[in-house]
């Protein structure tokens, strides 16, 4: 019985191992409203889904002038603690900015293991002039194709991304559709959660080493 547990539970561990997690990302916007919906699926049969609202808070703002008459004039008091707060915030940033440069290579290395299935990337724009219309085009390709050229970079794409923007010409339109199909191994994705776990809790100190540069410059899994 006890070899049959053991034979049990290892076949188990492999199955969670091999298991693939995949999720599915939406979003969807129709002028300054949309929404965001996320799965993910792992063992199979379990699943999370969420579904975020997007929408204009169209809340009016007291104007400037009011702001300031209403305030009171700087002491040297308030100046000097305003100072402190100002020094306290850099200090907090940059160590934060310290911490995420020695930790980027492994979560690198987690990213490159991530294999994009699906991704497609469709917009309309549209303006009363035809020259305005053009050039906001033209400025979205340019966002566009640089956003998903930078994910090129972090993740695997299994296939060429699908990108368009599509020019409607007087009439003021705004729509965009970015729906994206990722998978990861299960027990690759629980073993970089545990070593980004890892350095995390030395403090990031060893977050660049040169081994894990090497690996999080390279294009194949390991």
């Known amino acids: 019985m006890?070899?049959?547990?053991?034979?049990?539970?290892?076949?188990l561990l492999v199955a969670v191992a091999v298991s693939p997690v995949t999720v599915r990302f939406l979003l969807e916007m129709q002028g300054m409203e949309g929404h965001i919906f996320l799965e993910i699926r792992y063992?199979?049969?379990?699943?999370?889904?969420?579904?975020?609202?997007?929408?204009?808070s169209g809340q009016s703002r007291?104007?400037?002038?009011?702001?300031?008459a209403s305030s009171s004039?700087?002491?040297?008091?308030?100046?000097?603690?305003?100072?402190?707060?100002?020094?306290?915030?850099?200090?907090?940033?940059?160590?934060v900015t310290h911490q995420i440069r020695n930790l980027w290579p492994a979560v690198k290395r987690l990213l490159r293991k991530i294999t994009v299935r699906e991704y497609a990337w469709?917009?309309?724009?549209?303006?009363?002039?035809?020259?305005?219309?053009?050039?906001?085009?033209?400025?979205?390709?340019?966002?566009?194709?640089?956003?998903?050229?930078a994910l090129t970079r972090l993740f695997q794409f299994a296939e060429l991304p699908r990108l368009a923007v599509h020019p409607t010409f007087h009439r003021v339109?705004?729509?965009?559709?970015?729906?994206?199909?990722?998978?990861?191994r299960l027990g690759k994705a629980i073993y970089a959660g545990l070593s980004l776990m890892w350095l995390l809790k030395r403090g990031g100190a060893h977050g660049g080493t040169?081994?894990?540069?090497?690996?999080?410059d390279g294009y194949g899994e390991s």
Request: aromatic share 6%; net charge neutral; proline share 4%.
């Open 73 to 95: 004039p700087e002491t040297p008091d308030r100046v000097q603690i305003g100072v402190g707060l100002v020094g306290e915030l850099f200090k907090k940033t940059h160590t």
């Open 210 to 216: 040169s081994d894990s540069v090497a690996d999080a």
């Open 62 to 68: 007291e104007p400037a002038s009011r702001v300031v």
């Open 43 to 56: 063992l199979i049969w379990l699943k999370y889904r969420r579904r975020i609202a997007l929408k204009s």
């Open 122 to 149: 469709h917009t309309d724009i549209g303006l009363l002039d035809a020259p305005d219309t053009a050039i906001l085009c033209g400025s979205a390709w340019a966002a566009v194709s640089g956003l998903t050229g």
């Open 173 to 184: 339109v705004f729509s965009t559709r970015l729906s994206c199909i990722a998978t990861l």
């Open 2 to 11: 006890v070899v049959w547990a053991l034979i049990g539970m290892v076949a």
